[in-house]
């Protein structure tokens, strides 16, 4: 327990450090290079199932949440098999935020779920109060809803799945939550979206692919700045057996997800890669200074297949890496093993 504590209290001085380093706040906060003393109102939103990487940065969600560094306003699912609102509520109630809100797609979208039925067994293990996607809201919805409440530039969004529920916020109409186009909300009320997608600096990479006409709709019209953490970041990032090697977490639905899935596949014999950790962390905790951003703009085509495009005053950005890979796998590695106050 000493170790850990040490550990976490290493990482927490680690942000501050790259906080500072980034100076005053300017176009690089925009793109997530620094953040402020208050905690980030947050959207988290994930496909939770078909991988298990979003487990991990659920558990980093909230580990942030705990450090006083992020608000999670609601966590949206983008995909809509049967079960994957009770999956998140798991959580969101292991970690003591059970009453965080949750949206589902209800109309066309992805309908798959993990091969290796981590969330039958952490269903039948741990405790939830949502059993059934129509107990929830549409995940568009709820953005409007959520969104409209909040301070103008001031919500992240970080998504590590589908695009699905955000192509639908951009294309909403006004409602009775607010007279603003879907568009002209997320203009107002978004800071920054960060999202794992992309394969750079070109390649097929599956939250883009697996719908495609999403990703081409937002990558082309969001209209805040965007940061992407690309297939290549995450790849190297192997996290999960520290996790799953410490005695002393019991009763952990994230370490029964790593120790289910992980001895079912050879290639994670070393961890699971992170590709979806590695967007909760810079987008909260910043990207300095493990990562430099090179702009530009992602392109996708209309077979799902995206590249990347430089430009020097690119609204979007992606990472490039800047510090050795380990450094942040410690990182990752720590904030999973987060346990709840």
């Given at each position: ?72 306003l609601a966590t949206m699912a983008s995909n809509k098999y049967e079960g994957v609102a009770a999956v998140i509520n798991v959580f969101n109630t292991y970690f003591h935020r059970a009453d965080i809100p949750i949206g589902v797609p209800k109309g066309a979208a ?232």
């Open positions: 327990m000493i170790k850990r504590l040490l550990l976490m209290g290493w990482m927490m001085m680690t942000f501050v450090y790259a906080q500072r380093a980034t100076g005053e706040a300017g176009e690089s906060d925009a793109l997530g290079g620094a953040r402020g003393a208050d905690p980030l109102p947050v959207i988290f939103d994930t496909d939770m199932g078909p991988d298990y990487d979003d487990v991990g940065a659920i558990a980093l969600l909230h580990a942030f949440a705990d450090s006083g560094k992020a608000r999670i992805v309908d798959q779920r993990d091969t290796q039925h981590w969330t039958d067994s952490i269903l039948t293990r741990y405790p939830h109060a949502i059993r059934k996607n129509s107990e929830v809201p549409d995940a568009v919805v709820l953005y409007r809803r959520i969104l409209v409440g909040q301070p103008d530039h001031s919500v992240v969004i970080i998504t590590v799945g589908f695009l699905t529920n955000l192509a639908g916020l951009l294309q909403s109409p006004a409602d009775g939550y607010s007279s603003l186009s879907g568009l002209e909300l997320v203009k107002r009320k978004v800071r920054q979206l960060v999202s794992m997608a992309g394969k750079f600096p070109e390649g097929w990479e599956f939250n883009v692919f697996k719908d495609s006409t999403a990703s081409r709709y937002v990558v082309a019209h969001w209209p805040t700045p965007v940061l992407y953490s690309g297939f290549e970041i995450g790849v190297k990032i192997k996290c999960g057996l520290p996790l799953v090697r410490d005695v002393s977490i019991q009763n952990s639905p994230v370490k029964d997800v790593f120790r289910i899935s992980l001895p079912q596949a050879a290639d994670d014999s070393a961890g699971r890669s992170s590709w979806d950790e590695t967007a909760v962390l810079v987008g909260i905790g910043g990207y300095q200074p493990y990562y430099t951003v090179r702009r530009g703009q992602m392109l996708v085509a209309v077979n799902g297949s995206d590249r990347w495009e430089d430009s020097a005053d690119g609204r979007q950005a992606r990472l490039v890496e800047a510090r050795p890979v380990a450094e942040v796998q410690a990182i990752i590695n720590g904030l999973m093993g987060h346990q709840p106050r």
